[in-house]
Nanobody
Framework: QVQLVESGGGLVQAGGSLRLSCAASGRAFSSYAMGWFRQAPGKERQFVAA????????NYADSVKGRFTISRDNAKNTVYLLMNSLNPEDTAVYYC?????????????????????WGQGTQVTVSS
């Protein structure tokens, strides 16, 4: 069992930056692929970014490519999402997710169906 706790959300002006963190419990963190998803009011949950078990492979949604960076620190059981050049369309609840057996390329982990565990989410609001 893995428990995920997100932090770092908040209110930021357009053009600003935030760094989200997701702390995971459990000893098998380094074997999991990790992902970030987001859900805006009235919309479906959408993929944002993924990283494989080692951090050697990452994947991004086109809407955030070049602005967001996903990374992980296996020694700290934590995955991060650095978000730059934020705009109001980035406003959403951001969820961290973990996929067991995360040895594939990060491009595999684009679907929410690939993930086994989810955090409770953290709100990101970008004002114009």
């Amino acid at each position: 069992q893995v428990q995920l706790v997100e932090s770092g959300g908040g209110l930021v002006q357009a053009g600003g930056s935030l760094r989200l963190s997701c702390a995971a419990s459990g000893r098998a963190f380094s074997s999991y692929a990790m992902g970030w998803f987001r859900q805006a009011p009235g919309k479906e949950r959408q993929f944002v970014a993924a990283i494989n078990w080692s951090g050697g492979s990452t994947n991004y949604a086109d809407s955030v490519k070049g602005r967001f960076t996903i990374s992980r620190d296996n020694a700290k059981n934590t995955v991060y999402l650095l978000m730059n050049s934020l705009n109001p369309e980035d406003t959403a609840v951001y969820y961290c997710a973990a996929a067991a057996h995360g040895y594939r390329s990060a491009s595999y982990y684009w679907s929410s169906n690939s993930y086994d565990y989810w955090g409770q989410g953290t709100q990101v609001t970008v004002s114009s």
